[in-house]
């Protein structure tokens, strides 16, 4: 079964920074792999989608890489601002089985300013 | 990409009563989908909503709590049955788009509390 799992749950970084958010997955038999933002109470906006073949995708400021032998994920956030202050939430469409995506717990970003 | 259109965005239901949720999609997508996600939590999906036939259920959802419907290819319904306060949550519509890859997008979500 599998299980995604993000770290940190929550992070509050100064404005400016470089950061990193951790995305990992139990099952490494992937179709992709998907980063959303979640503003609060709001849907999900997609931000980048790996394919299981790709490395990294990016997105302006956003990086996400993809490694399926050690099922890792981490989305690279270059020069934060307080719009990015959001959830971040990962999560994974699994081969065999049920075709359908699994989601992590989600990083609270909070950038200030 | 896929453009979702989710009514209503929020209500405040009464216990016992039922809540009828929308789901309008500005393209024919082949996938369509039905997530909750309750105070503090991730995702979970309740079903995966089938043109022309009855809903596939996850494992702790049931057809008698969480109707759906999917007359065409663009356009489905959640309806919440029988309400309780742990039915409280946001509700979200999903599709997938198939391209280079399947990405999948959602609705704004309906915030439902119910007291």
């Known amino acids: 079964k599998q299980e995604v799992t993000q770290i940190p749950a929550a992070l509050s970084v100064p404005e400016g920074e470089n950061l990193v958010l951790n995305c990992s997955f139990t099952d490494s038999a992937i179709y992709n792999l998907q980063w959303f933002r979640q503003d609060p109470g709001k849907g999900l906006t997609s931000l980048l989608l790996i394919q299981s073949s790709q490395r990294e995708q990016t997105s302006g400021r956003l990086n996400a890489s993809l490694d399926k032998s050690s099922g890792r994920s981490t989305l690279y956030i270059a020069a934060s601002q307080p719009g990015d202050s959001a959830t971040y939430l990962c999560a994974v469409n699994s081969r065999g089985g049920t075709y359908k995506y699994i989601f992590g717990t989600g990083t609270r970003l909070k950038v200030l300013a | 990409s896929a453009v979702i259109s989710q009514k209503p965005s929020r209500d405040i239901c009464q216990r016992g009563t039922s809540l009828t949720i929308q789901c309008q999609v500005d393209s024919q997508v082949t996938m369509m989908f039905w997530y909750r996600q309750q105070p503090g939590q991730s995702l979970t999906l309740i079903a995966t909503a089938n043109q022309g036939s009855e809903a596939t259920y996850e494992s702790g959802f049931v057809i008698d709590k969480f109707p759906i419907s999917r007359p065409n290819l663009t356009f489905s319904t959640l309806t919440v049955s029988n309400m309780s306060p742990e039915d409280s949550s946001i509700y979200l519509c999903?599709?997938?788009?198939?391209?280079?890859?399947?990405?999948?997008?959602f609705g704004q979500g309906t915030r439902l509390t119910v007291v």
């Open positions: 999903s599709v997938e788009v198939a391209g280079l890859g399947t990405e999948a997008f």
